[in-house]
């Protein structure tokens, strides 16, 4: 569910990220039948987690270069199939063969055209596939380690009108983003990143 809500959340990820409280949202979430429970709005995990906002970023740069380098090629084949169209209507060519043969370079190269978009393609959503797994894993495992003292016994994913109702005494969102932005910033990873920065 979480992986769904993340590809839609795409292009709403550069916006500002809002201040965050370093406590719960609530107090006390328990309702009458004693059932402890929150909910975490993802439109705001998503533009508010850097994560995600960084993910976004690389995802986006990754389809205009692929979109960029479809458009182009599109080009030339247009144009080189324009070309043959018109030395084929002034009688251009020298020989039966000589036509074919070019018709025949066209065709590969429509056909490598496809198979160029079809990679492509598949590469972005690989991509997103692995950033989706990725951000829930996180998720999951910052909310383990969030609720052994919580101890909520229902975290919910709030998104649109997937519930209809919620009180905000039941939203920890804040809270979730706050740790998550923590823990993330303190990755070995992101570390070596900025050190690669600094070098260069």
Known sequence: MMAAAAVLALASCNQASEKM???PAAVNNTPAGGLKIAYV?????MTQYEF????????QKKSNNARNTLTQKGQQ????AANFQQKLQNNGFTSREQAESQQAAIQRQQQSLQELQVRLENELANETAKYNDALRDSLMHFL??????KKYDLILTKQGDNILYAAKRFDITNDVINGLNKRYKKTPAKKEDKK?????
Request: glycine share 0%.
């Open 21 to 23: 409280d370093e406590q």
């Open 41 to 45: 709005e993802v439109d705001s995990l």
């Open 52 to 59: 995600c906002k960084e993910f976004t970023l690389t995802l």
């Open 77 to 80: 084949l247009q144009s080189a």
């Open 144 to 149: 383990d380690a969030y609720n052994k003292d």
């Open 196 to 200: 690669n920065e600094e070098k260069k």
